[in-house]
């Protein structure tokens, strides 16, 4: 068991199926395993162990100053992690844990500068996902990594900057032989990567790092304080220029989002250049029988299901042989801040140039 165990749990209490006790055995001895959560799959390694954590960053061809999440089973283990953990972090781990929130906290002084891209500061999260809790749990139950620590550190399993993966064959398709085991869980049910919160800023309001599921509103709701946003996160701001935004979740093909009523014109006009057009859409808009697309993808028109199915529908297009991918504009409106972060961050990633 590890330190800081919940009294309730005795060693040995929960019986580890054979897949589990192959995942663990891997973890431990400093191997990848990737594995289901309720955002995306995650790459895992072992969060003590810097030799470990060094495969994830080339596994994934990330830069080694990116920070990982560290994976825990239950709040009980936050100390191992965090140090000064302040009582708005107890408040939203009590509310939203199990759960696709991230909080960013002081780093306990034993956590390895690997994990943390080299900042004082970790990022921490219990997932919801069955498949990932009964992971963690077993783990510590077997005494977990490196000095007992009992964390699981996990980008998403997708090579850097490259499209989130939301099903176990998505990760097999980005990492191949990369990674030793891959525990298939389905398909995520969130679809985009947790809500992040910085707790760390001493006497200012947390303030939101990536947009997700969990919305400010309901951290504001919790904590009794609004986290600051950037305004590239707000809603109704499209920024003109992309270049402030990190290209992130990217197809490999140019993409381009497009308000509703100019996808007709768009269309014929990369059809005129010769290109071949795939087109998501959410509306019920139906191409005109001239427009013959290379390939369509529609998603439902309310901002979970749209989140659940956009990284497949991605891929697939991606995947379709098409030139240009063709993206109906995201609604405004606090519903679907978080979905609209990411195709306009995959619209930077994809380098398209404007018509
Ligand atoms: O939903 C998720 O969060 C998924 C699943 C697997 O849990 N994980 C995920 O990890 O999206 P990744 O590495 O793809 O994205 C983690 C983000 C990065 O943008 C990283 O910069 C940020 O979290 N992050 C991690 N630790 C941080 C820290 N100490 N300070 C600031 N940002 C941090
Ligand atoms: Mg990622």
Redesign the pocket.
């Known amino acids: 068991m590890c330190p800081n165990a919940p009294h309730n749990l005795s060693p040995n209490s929960t019986p580890i199926s054979p897949d589990l006790a192959a995942a663990v055995r891997l973890l431990q001895s400093g191997e990848l395993v990737a594995f289901p ?1 309720e ?5 895992g390694a072992d969060a003590a162990n810097p030799t470990a954590v060094a495969k994830i960053f080339a596994a994934k061809g990330r830069p080694a100053e ?4 560290v ?1 825990l089973s239950g709040a009980d283990y936050l100390e191992q992690w965090a140090r000064d953990i302040p009582s708005s972090a107890r408040k939203l781990a009590e509310a939203f844990w199990p759960g ?1 929130l ?1 909080l ?1 906290l002081a ?1 306990a002084p034993t956590v390895p500068y690997a994990v ?2 080299g ?1 004082e ?3 921490v ?1 219990v ?1 919801s996902h069955p498949l990932a809790l009964a992971l963690l749990r077993a783990y510590a139950q077997e005494g977990g990594g490196r000095g007992a620590m009992c964390g699981v550190a ?5 090579r850097f900057g490259r499209i ?1 993966p939301t099903d176990a064959a998505h990760v097999r398709e980005e990492l191949g032989a990369a990674v030793a085991l891959v525990l298939d869980g389905g398909a995520c049910d969130v679809g ?3 809500t ?1 919160i ?1 707790l760390t800023r001493h006497g200012l309001p947390p303030r939101l ?2 947009p ?1 599921h969990i919305t400010p509103e309901q951290i504001g709701e919790v904590i009794g304080e609004f986290p600051e946003v950037p305004d590239s996160m707000k809603p109704a701001k499209v920024p003109r220029v992309s270049g402030s935004l990190d290209g992130h979740y990217a197809p490999r093909t140019a993409m381009r989002l497009t308000a509703s009523g100019d996808l007709f014109r768009a269309i014929e006009e990369t059809q005129a250049q010769g290109k071949r057009c795939g087109l998501l859409l959410h509306s019920l808009l139906t191409p005109p029988q001239t427009h013959l697309l290379h390939s369509l993808r529609r998603l439902p028109d309310n901002p979970a299901a749209y989140a659940r199915g956009l990284y497949a529908a991605l891929r697939e297009l991606d995947q379709a042989g098409n030139d240009i991918i063709l993206v109906e504009a995201i609604p405004s409106g606090p519903d679907w801040a978080a979905v609209a972060d990411r195709p306009r961050r995959a619209v930077h990633g994809s380098g398209i140039k404007p018509l």
């Not at 996990?154 to 997708?158: G, H, V, Y």
């Open positions: 959560t955002t995306v799959y995650g790459l990116h920070p990982l999440i994976h696709p991230t960013i780093r943390t891209g900042q500061t970790v990022g999260r997932p996990a980008p998403s399993a997708n989130s985009i990567e947790s992040i910085d790092l990536r997700g």
